[in-house]
């Protein structure tokens, strides 16, 4: 089986509906595997016709078009996993709160008394324009407590923020009339990739590859009055 990078990969399986079978992961210098077997339903010919001809379609039993498809990282960083039979969802993806603490960060010096329901109202300004999974993020919680202690005063730190969230902070405390100085800039840099599994369980490392099965697709697996797999 051919091994592909994660990012030819990631437009063709998110959703994957797959059965996990295995794991091996460790730190330190261990990078292992993890192993889900799956059949990728919504690649069938007579499936993607139906799609575009806004037809019914569904499936019949089509376990024997499982296959097993492996994900190996690359320099393992941190990784949490949980026991689970099922993997619905995974993707890659280097945008991402989890990758915050791998950026460079910048820090705000206020020169404006600011109260909390104002950083409140900033936070979720910047929240709002944060792209990718960045708006999962709590961004209040980065200033709540400077703010509750010395943002009745003139000049205090707003505190450090990593890159992405500072490169959208700046312009909002801008158009807001807060007047501000930037001790140190955050920069841009080059981060690890994020393997997140169904939102929760992930593998954060320096790159992935992924072993990718040939899959065959029967046509009477295809059985459009069957019920639609969820």
Not at 66 to 89: C, G, H, I, W
Not at 148 to 161: D, N, P
Request: charged residues 20%; aromatic residues 16%.
């Amino acid at each position: 089986m051919a091994r592909v990078g994660w990012r030819e990969l990631r437009e063709r399986f998110t959703h994957i509906d797959a059965n996990f079978v295995g794991c091996e992961m460790g730190l330190p210098a261990h990078d292992g595997f993890f192993t889900v077997s799956l059949y990728p339903w919504f690649e069938h010919p007579l499936y993607l016709a139906a799609r575009d001809a806004g037809e019914n379609w569904g499936f019949a039993d089509s376990s024997g078009g499982d296959r097993e498809m492996t994900v190996y990282p690359k320099n393992v960083a941190e990784f949490l996993l949980t026991r689970q039979s099922t993997v619905t969802d995974w993707d890659f993806t280097q945008e991402h709160p989890l990758l915050w603490k791998y950026e460079n960060s910048g820090s705000i010096t206020c020169h404006s008394a600011l109260t909390l329901t104002q950083w409140m109202e900033i936070s979720a300004l910047v929240k709002s324009q944060l792209t990718g999974y960045h708006w999962e993020g709590n961004i209040a919680e980065f200033a709540v407590e400077q703010v509750h202690r010395w943002g009745h005063t003139t000049s205090f730190s707003l505190g450090s923020f990593p890159y992405s969230v500072f490169q959208v902070l700046c312009p909002i405390l801008d158009a807001q009339n807060v007047r501000y100085f930037v001790p140190f800039e955050a920069k841009p840099k080059d981060l690890p990739v994020l393997f997140l599994i169904d939102g929760d369980d992930y593998i954060i490392a320096d790159d992935f590859e992924v072993e990718v099965p040939e899959f065959i697709h029967k046509p009477e697996w295809f059985k459009p009055h069957e019920n639609k797999p969820t």
